[in-house]
């Protein structure tokens, strides 16, 4: 079978049966289509050609366009585009190993060449956050100076930014997840939310009071909706966009503190790293986030850690 045609199906499979978003399915397709024009100038075109010896030219051909993108970078003539990193790499074998994966499973081959290939050591950030103090800084800001017209393109409702933050930092949901929140998913009664997370995998999240409480004044100013409505939407009725989001987000967290990065997902990270510095189960904190695997939550223990050896070496008189 030709490699093209079984990287097609792959990816079919991660649409179909997988549920893999829309922007992991295109970031894989980006992956295969460049291993696949790698193989062609190597003239394999059959899956079945394909051996450990040919991954780990692929692996040393990427390693060698990440080494001359830096070189390019200090030169100033770096295409951003064509930036190879370590992370970049390590996601790039990811998609391939899953093609050689199904592969197997789908018996176009018999072994998979991808089994043993070893790809470069990443290490890991730890994410960004910001301090309790600093979260109820955030709102008492937008209670003295809603959303611009401009980033919110009339949707200037303090009710609605404060509903906003309090909801990803009280649930600690991704920002696409709430964006695709509608009203019949509130419990108030029970103080929870369901969500639809990754892979289309549902999940109940509690919620705190103030969320609740943001969440039905803000309802308050909606002319009409039904209850499987959208929670957030825009001027037009439709669903509130990630991007819109991100732009109401970032206005507020770029005015606190100094992190490099004032994303959605800050919310998210702080509000994991707070549950646990609050004696919080990490499997509890696993669940509440929506992690299919442990190890990913165990960053925030990590984060932790590390604010506890800062308090230890400010406070402690033999650090």
Do not use: W
């Not at 397709?29 to 460049?34: A, F, H, N, P, T």
């Not at 790809?119 to 003295?144: A, C, T």
């Not at 499987?228 to 037009?236: K, L, R, Y």
């Not at 998210?268 to 990490?282: E, Q, W």
């Amino acid at each position: 079978m030709k490699i093209e045609d079984s990287a097609e199906l792959y990816l079919e499979s991660l649409k179909k049966l997988k549920r893999f978003s829309i922007n992991t399915v295109r970031a894989y397709s980006v992956d295969l289509r460049e291993f696949c024009e790698y193989c062609n100038t190597l003239n394999k075109t059959e899956i079945q050609e394909i051996n450990i010896k040919t991954l780990r030219r692929y692996l040393m051909h990427l390693t060698e366009s990440e080494k001359e993108n830096k070189i390019a970078s200090l030169k100033r003539l770096n295409n951003k585009n064509q930036k190879r990193t370590t992370s970049t790499i390590s996601r790039k074998l990811t998609s391939v190993r899953g093609l050689f994966n199904f592969s197997v499973k789908e018996n176009f081959i018999k072994e998979n060449p991808a089994a043993n290939l070893v790809g470069p050591k990443i290490k890991r950030k730890l994410p960004q956050i910001f301090s309790v103090k600093e979260y109820e800084e955030i709102l008492s800001r937008i209670s003295q100076n809603p959303g611009n017209s401009d980033l919110t393109r009339n949707l200037d409702n303090t009710l609605l930014v404060k509903a906003i933050f309090e909801l990803l930092y009280s649930s600690a949901i991704r920002v696409s997840e709430l964006c695709g929140l509608n009203i019949n998913d509130i419990d108030y009664s029970g103080r929870t939310i369901k969500v639809l997370g990754k892979g289309s995998k549902e999940r109940i999240v509690p919620v705190g009071n103030l969320c609740l409480q943001y969440l039905k004044e803000y309802l308050k100013t909606r002319t009409a909706y039904n209850f499987d409505s959208p929670v957030f939407v825009s001027t037009s009725g439709k669903s509130i966009t990630s991007r819109l989001v991100h732009k109401i987000v970032n206005k507020y967290l770029s005015q606190v503190g100094d992190r490099t990065k004032n994303s959605p997902h800050i919310l998210r990270h702080s509000a994991a790293t707070h549950m646990l510095d609050n004696g919080a189960d990490l499997i509890a904190v696993k669940e509440i986030l929506g992690h299919e695997n442990l190890s990913t939550t165990q960053i925030y223990t990590h984060i932790s850690v590390d604010r506890l050896k800062k308090i230890y070496k400010q406070a402690h008189p033999k650090s």
